[in-house]
């Protein structure tokens, strides 16, 4: 019998496998299993069925959902196979359904998928039919006709299908017979037949033994005892008011209500017509929610309804009188639903993070809500917070999962607390929630973003080396360490130098250093990049441009171009070391006004510290000269005085406008000469004195410069004496005609004679121009064209000297002689 009990199990075992081979195609498993089945017995391959990774099954990302409830089943990380989690039994959790299904649901965390699994509960024959009562007395009269029939109780056997309830059996005496109806359910009613006519004086009582069997292998059976006892006459049986009673009854009625009275009256008097109600058929769920008064039957609730659990009761209720008569009414109890459930929200495999550059549809969360409520109180709605990026989608049944619906960008929200809420159609709806806390993971989508468009900065030259020059500052609108802003500088090159000897930047801060001090003179201007680059994989970067401005200091003193710079080394009224001051020729009759030497200066700043202004600091003879304030000219201020000396020294202070002013002095040498006896005298002392300066360099530019004076003067003088010498000839020669014609000479200005060593000679003209500078080796000496003398009268006055010149015989003037000394002129080329 062992054997074929388990041929059974094993024939359900292989037709669960199959259907949930079909099923699994549809992301859902059936199973079946027999009841009472030991913990750990093989349920289904669920690895197999669903083509699952042993690898995901051992690192626990497979899993049974928990609902919170009794766990009946678990899953195997090494096969995955589906097993019993404990011993189940069929007629415990489904006592009130014929087909016992129990569900679970399985879920890949990785592939946020669920799949439903339905495991159905087979029944085995464990239970024998069981009488509510064991032993039953009844009551009946000796008048009783044969052939009447008495209901007898029911067995019930909480086993199905062939295990179930099949077959009655009576035995123990000849008066009774056993007959048994068909419920309008299918049910069988077993009823007791009077078979013969009773005799109390025969026999007072009667023992029967009613047996019940199932259809199990083997069968099981259970008994009951029923004895009957025989009266006199009882002539009324009693009758209910209605054969059967229907009452209709909130879940939510409060306990002790009476939810229907039973009546049945009994036409007999005395001891015959007294009536008791009594159980003629209950489940034993029933007997525990219902009470029967047995004088007034009454059915009152003892215990709270729950549609859930059970919403229809079937009871039979038997009115039996003193003398052993009954009648039998059936009582159908309708529970109905009330909306006292809340739907249960139950969140499974969330995730607490997520990338902002995750793709729409990602899942983040799967959601299981059910209701225990029924029709409107049972359908349930769910809903998320408006204006979040995410949505609800429905897979299965009552399962849905929480998706994102568009883009996220952490720059905007970080964080998200989603709201979940489950509603029910109940009226008031019932409602749960759930919150989902994300965090969005950043992503280096985000490059630097400079606070400037671009940066500028004021530089004074001459700063120290290491000085700050400015910050620049990025930002980054990514986290962490995509965020993290570094700064370099783009490679370049500054008058051929490379740019990273000019200026550095701090990689963490952005501060721009100078490398070096800055010289306006050489550099007025760096252009340069600054790039910010960000920490990210792969970083992401931006650049500004910088433009550092040299500002003048005003740190160069004024040039003397002109006079040379070696006058402006010198002290005041001396020579230089190098050379000799420059020299001017200022005729003594140069009005006032006139220009007599220009003083050359540049500054090599820039702005106001290269204005530049002259004045007179020392003069040899102040008020003489003055020099313009912005041209640097030197005019007579005056017309020279016989008093002045013939050499004047003249400093000119050359000044910027910087703060503080820088100056430079210029000395000039100006001589006031109206012969050229007057000019070689002077020249000559200053040569002297310029031959005395020490100095090799200036010494022998000096000395060149004394020589060349020298032989000039030398050269000039000789020409001088062989010029008077031609004079005095032609004069001796002429000494007649003169005398002759002393007369004609009358008449012609005395300022045309020049007495030498007592004699008289008429000069028309003489002109010269002598320029010296101190490099001997750039002056000359140039000569004007000669002079033609002017034509002398035939006869002189007798009180006037003879003239030096006399006509041609022949009455011409006398043409000018190649002998003739012209003007000395020396000009300096420098």
Known sequence: MAGRRWGRRERALLWGVLVAAWEAAWGQLRYSVPEEMPKGSFVGDVAKDLALDLTALGEGRVRILDKGRTQYFGLQGKTGHLVTAERIDREQLCRLVEKCVLRCELIVEGEMKVYEIEVEITDINDNAPNFREEEKQLRMSETTAPGSRFPLAEAHDPDVGQNSLQSYELSGDEHFSLAVQTG??????????????????????????????????????????????????????PVFSAAEYTVRVAEDVPVGSVLVTLTATDADEGVNGHVKYSWKKVSDVASEIFQLDSETGAITLLWNLDFEEGHFYELEVQALDDGGLSDTAKVSITITDVNDNAPELTVTSPLSEI????????VVALLHVQDRDSGANGQVRCSLDSGVPFRLVKTLENFYRVETSRELDREKVSEYNVTVRAADGGSPALWSSAVLALRVLDVNDNAPVFSEERYSARVSENNAAGALVLRVRASDADWGENARVRYRLVEGRVRGAALSSYVSVQAETGALYALRSFDYEEVREVGLWVVAEDGGAPALSSNVSVRLEIVDENDNAPQVLYPPPASASSSLGSLSPAGWPAVELA?????????????????????QNAWLSYEVWKATEPGLFRVGLHSGEVRTARFPLARDAARQSLVVVVKDHGRPALSATATLTLVLAESVAELVSELGSAASAAAAAPGEAAGRLTRWLVVAVAAVSCLFLAFLLLLLTLRLRRWRRSQQLLAAGSGALRGVPASHFVGIDGVRAFLHSYSHEVSLTADSRKSHLRLSPGSCCDTLPARPPPDEPAPLLAEDPDGAPCPPDPTAPTPVSASDHA
């Open 184 to 237: 309008p359910g299918g049910d069988q009613r077993p009823e007791l037949v009077l078979a013969k006519a009773l005799d109390r004086e025969e026999a007072a009582f009667h023992e029967l033994v009613l047996r019940a069997s199932d259809g199990g292998e083997p069968a099981r059976t259970g008994t009951a005892r029923i004895r009957v006892a025989v009266l006199d006459a009882n002539d009324n049986a």
């Open 587 to 607: 005729p003594r009759w140069s009005e006032p006004g006139s220009l007599v030497a220009k003083v050359v200066a540049v500054d090599a700043d820039a702005g």
């Open 355 to 362: 990338s902002e550059d995750a793709p729409t549809g990602t």
